[in-house]
């Protein structure tokens, strides 16, 4: 059998079949339609304005790890003009954290870019080894989520900058918008498909990858030759996305647009807006002055919990309660450092540039 | 001292017993009370919310009948409710006079489609639903085999006007290109043989049965003069739907999966686009067929209680499989569900509940010409920016002038006038093989379409030709090459 030609070149030998449209394609072809794609993605947004400065989350994981390669590519390319940073969180997880975070400062090198590392340490006085430590294994990934989030804004604020682009790919999204769905989580279901995030006077926040296939990033860092270390949290995962993760895989299996049809099913759908009227309105946290949909945001009252020993306190309604029957929490209480977004984000109104 | 073991057993099975029975009278009137309470806000032209007042519909109910569980219960519940009368099943707010006594339905006909013909070696179940439909007076049955989708013979029959030309589409190549069928109308056995054959994956199988039903239904009701179609849809199969939509792109139509407001094209039908005169309306409505699940708060476990204590014959559906199929979206989705279902007891009103409260978002920009739901405006700019298949333009040395778009309709694409989930059904490939369930069927390159398909075509050629308005522009929208243009401007320059 003669070697088959590229379905886009019609031109070089087909070396790989594309995971997100079967097409029998060359590597060439396959960098220019993945880069394209996430090119397309940016634009369509209109993510960014020159002049930005752009935090990339960097785990030293395939996602971002590509995504760093992708941005720095683009921006060459098409004159983006944003300036470019590398933002990696520690969790202070012994024997996890060291070898991803030798991969961000690797790339520090290769791409020229400068690079913060932000610890759980620093910002919270805890490593996630010690919550482990104190609470145990379970209820860990809530840590994760609210802490690893909250840090993210954090160390963007440090580096003054206006955006933060992280690596959620497209198989991530769908498998949220399947698991709002089935948990019922309407405000989230609201959200979860929009590029960009940014509430009132919050940091952007993007997913360039969110049309990515999670299968062609990898391809691509293959090609690439791009290393990066797989990420998985080591502490117990929710086992509820594991059950919408191995489903995705099968749709994905059955039928490969199911991954961008599910997309494209949260893009074509909102909340109504008489639903939306009922829902909670976004403040600030008294304590910390991050955004917070209650008094406390989840971050202080996760660690309030863990300073007085009521680890649960926020994973649950009832344990809340609970803490909250105890007393007013005591004046030595280890605290987070108070949230103050970057200059340029701060009275947002004001920024209108003049006709 | 009466605590012997033998009497306290009898306390035990008597106080089952009594328990039982004390929650067959409490299921009867409660299973009731929500099949009237999804049902009947819906029935009056003009929706509204728990009603003391007459229930007066613009026309006729057709009940829409699978031979499953949940369709079986719903002809049970209809019979009961709206013909018999049945006095267990009356609300007891009201009194005797309360109007909801009165007989709400002047003809109620329960439509069968036959889908045996798409799967070799299935039986056919239409002497066994005539049977159990006959058991109910004054409920005259419909039935219909989904070849009649092909069938110029049934398209007449419900009044509907006849193509000007025959069109086929080419399912083999993506871009969907239409031909006109230059060679004798297949029959309609071996035109669903090939449309079958030539789907890319067994869950467009699925889907299209499911489509193809749907609107057989929707014609059947217009013809029988029904405002109202309803669905056995149970609480557990609609949460199955609804997530076997999303994963298939039709976010866009949540609300038509729960509730759905339907009409014929203008021109496609002889059936008047508005309801006779009644007399007590100001002025005459337009004439729509709305789609109603009555069952939409009922479990499936419920409908099996249901079916179990009335005694109702279930015929049953067979699985629509075939020699190496391997299982689709739609069968993914149900095991998924109903194993979650187990760990999560509330997973699937949860799923009903979050979907109830969304809205579609974006414009819509008609309606698809195979499934007849509401079409987003601007699906195949989207798709062609995040999943490019065309090739780059030459580098510009070699700058070569671009292919001329033939404008004759033969190559004209069916594409713009499909909504995302049905072109999706016709294009997107898996990629495992895929076996037909009919693997001898020549396949053609082009295979026919539905006859409604085929007669909105028509008059949209016809228009095209006529006039020079907007139908145009939505007409030439999306040819090739100006896909290929939206994806060229994004194209970098080296
Ligand atoms: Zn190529
Ligand atoms: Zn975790
Ligand atoms: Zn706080
Ligand atoms: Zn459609």
């Known amino acids: ?355 | 001292m009466l605590s012997t073991a033998s009497l306290s057993n009898i306390r035990i099975v008597s106080y089952c017993l009594a328990h039982i029975q004390f929650l067959r009278n409490c299921f009867f009137p409660l299973t009731t009370h929500k099949f009237r309470r999804a049902l009947e806000p819906n029935v009056n032209p003009k929706p509204d919310g728990p009603r003391k007042t007459a229930l007066k519909p613009a026309g006729n109910l057709l009940v829409g009948f699978s031979g499953g569980l949940g369709s079986s219960v719903l002809v049970d519940l209809v019979h009961r409710c709206y013909v018999s009368l049945d006095k267990s099943t009356m609300p007891t707010e009201g009194g005797r006079d309360h109007p909801r006594h009165e007989r709400v339905w002047k003809k109620i006909t329960v439509c069968y489609i036959e889908v045996c013909d798409v799967f070799p070696g299935m039986t056919d179940k239409t002497e066994a639903v005539a049977n159990l439909v006959s058991r109910y007076d004054e409920l005259e049955l419909v039935a219909l085999r989904i070849r009649d989708a092909f069938d110029p013979s049934w398209w007449e029959r419900v009044r509907g006007k006849p193509a000007f030309s025959e069109i086929g589409v080419s399912l083999a190549d993506q871009a969907l290109f239409m031909e006109s069928l230059s060679h004798f109308r297949q029959d309609p056995l071996a035109a669903l043989h090939t449309y079958f054959s030539s789907l890319p994956t067994p869950t467009a199988v699925h889907t299209s049965i499911q489509t193809l039903t749907r609107v057989l239904l929707l014609y059947t009701a217009l013809h029988t003069g029904s405002s109202h179609l309803i669905l056995g849809t149970s609480l557990t199969s609609l949460a199955v739907s609804l997530i076997s939509g999303v994963a298939q792109g039709s976010g866009f139509n949540v609300r038509e999966e729960m509730l759905e407001e339907w009409s014929p094209d203008p021109g496609v039908t002889e059936v008047p686009e508005l309801w006779p005169e009644d007399g007590k309306r100001a002025q005459k409505l337009k004439r729509t067929v709305r789609i109603v699940r009555p069952l939409r708060d009922i479990g499936m476990k419920e409908c099996a209680a249901w079916a179990w204590w009335s005694h109702i014959p279930v015929v049953g559906k067979e699985k629509w499989l075939w020699p190496g199929a391997k299982p689709g979206i739609g069968t993914l989705t149900k095991d998924f569900i109903l194993g979650l279902e187990q760990d999560y007891p509330s997973t699937v009103s949860t799923i009903v509940r979050t979907c109830a409260k969304l809205q579609p978002k974006g414009e819509v920009d008609g309606k698809c010409i195979l499934c007849g739901r509401p079409s987003q405006r601007g699906v195949q700019e989207w798709k062609a920016r995040i999943s490019i298949r065309s090739q780059p333009p030459p580098p510009p040395s070699a700058q070569r002038p671009l292919p001329i778009v033939e404008e004759s309709p033969d190559h004209a694409s069916l594409t713009p006038y499909l909504c995302y989930p049905c072109h999706t059904t016709l294009t997107s490939r898996s990629a495992r093989p895929v076996s037909s369930p009919w693997p001898n069927t020549t396949q053609p390159s082009v295979v026919s379409l539905p006859m409604w398909t085929e007669a909105r075509l028509s008059t949209t050629n016809k228009a095209l030709a006529e006039s020079n308005d907007e139908e145009v522009v939505r007409q030439r929208k999306l040819e090739q090459g100006e896909m290929k243009g939206i994806v060229d401007q994004f194209l970098l320059e080296d």
């Not at chain 1, 993945?34 to 990339?56: C, M, P, Q, Y």
């Not at chain 1, 989350?57 to 060459?76: F, P, R, Y």
């Not at chain 1, 990696?88 to 060291?98: F, K, L, M, P, V």
């Not at chain 1, 900058?161 to 989230?188: F, K, P, Y």
């Open chain 1, 1 to 355: 059998m003669p070697p088959r030609t590229c379905a886009l070149c019609n031109d070089a030998r087909a070396i790989l079949k594309r995971p997100k449209t079967g097409q029998q394609i060359c590597k060439e072809c396959f960098f220019y339609v993945f880069e394209t794609e996430v090119h397309n993605t940016i634009t369509e947004a209109n993510l960014f304005k020159s002049g930005d400065r752009v935090a990339i989350g960097a785990s030293g994981g395939k996602d971002s790890t590509v995504l760093a390669h992708v941005m720095k590519t683009l921006n060459e390319r098409y004159s983006y003009g944003l300036e470019l940073f590398l933002l990696s969180i520690d969790e202070g997880i012994t024997g996890y954290r060291d070898d991803s975070l030798e991969t961000v400062k690797r790339n520090q090198q290769q791409y020229d870019m400068p690079l913060k590392i932000l610890s759980y340490d620093e910002l919270y006085g805890w490593t996630m080894d010690a919550i482990v430590a104190q609470i145990g294994k379970k209820n860990n990934c809530t840590f994760c989520g609210v802490f690893r989030r909250q840090a993210l804004d954090r160390g963007a604020a440090i580096l003054n900058v206006d955006h933060i682009v992280t690596g959620h790919n497209a198989d991530d999204i769908a498998e949220t918008v399947l698991m709002n769905i089935m948990r019922g989580d309407i405000a989230r279901l609201g959200r979860c498909t929009s590029i960009c995030t940014q509430g009132e006077d919050t940091i952007r926040r993007s997913k360039p990858f969110k049309y990515a296939y999670e299968k062609e990033i990898v391809m691509y860092a293959y090609f690439k030759k791009l290393d990066y270390f797989s990420t998985e949290c080591i502490y117990s995962p929710d086992a509820y996305r594991g059950h919408a993760r191995a489903f995705l895989k099968d749709l994905e299996a059955a039928r490969p647009s199911a991954i961008i049809d599910i997309i494209h099913s949260g893009e074509a759908f909102e909340v109504r807006e008489d639903v939306k009227a009922t829902q909670k309105s976004q403040q600030t946290c008294k304590r910390c002055g991050y955004m917070s949909s209650n008094e406390l945001c989840k971050a202080c009252t996760l660690l309030e919990g863990l300073e007085r020993g009521m680890a649960t306190a926020a994973v649950t309604d009832r344990a809340r309660q609970k803490l909250d029957a105890d007393g007013p929490s005591p004046g030595n209480l280890r605290t987070i450092p108070f949230f103050q977004l970057p200059a340029s984000l701060q009275n947002p109104t004001t920024v209108e540039t003049p006709p």
